[in-house]
């Protein structure tokens, strides 16, 4: 019984590796149970805060010699890099972050001070 308990088969299913597990439960039937190895891996997000496409503005300048481009502190000891053109749509996670090395945008002004 600890045998067909402890017996791990490998499958594949729709493109992830799947785990199948044979385990006896409190009743003492066999019950199987299928893991995949996908669940909790999650893509990273990607910047997406810019107020127009990454370089269609002025040649050589970056988003960081911009004059809306801010760091925003939070309750963290964490600073986010945002447009301040794009408030409106700031989120509380990295998906409304900008890149200060990516290429200025159409909106670009020159940095005041």
């Known amino acids: 019984?600890?045998?067909?308990?402890?017996?791990?088969?490998?499958?594949?299913?729709?493109?992830?590796?799947?785990?199948?597990r044979e385990v006896i439960d409190l009743f003492g039937e066999t019950v199987?149970?299928?893991?995949?190895?996908a669940k909790g891996v999650r893509k990273p997000t990607r910047p997406n805060?810019?107020?127009a496409p990454p370089g269609t503005g002025p040649a050589g300048e970056t988003c960081k010699s911009c004059e809306h481009a801010v760091?925003?502190?939070?309750n963290t000891a964490n600073?986010?890099?945002?447009?301040?053109?794009?408030?409106?749509?700031w989120t509380g996670g990295p998906g409304s972050d900008i890149l200060f090395r990516s290429p200025a945008c159409r909106h670009w002004e020159k940095e005041h001070g």
């Open 49 to 51: 805060g810019y107020a």
């Open 79 to 89: 600073t986010y890099r945002k447009c301040a053109l794009m408030r409106a749509n």
């Open 32 to 37: 199987v149970l299928e893991i995949s190895e």
């Open 1 to 20: 019984m600890i045998e067909a308990a402890q017996r791990i088969l490998r499958v594949t299913a729709m493109e992830f590796d799947m785990e199948r």
């Open 71 to 74: 760091r925003v502190s939070g």
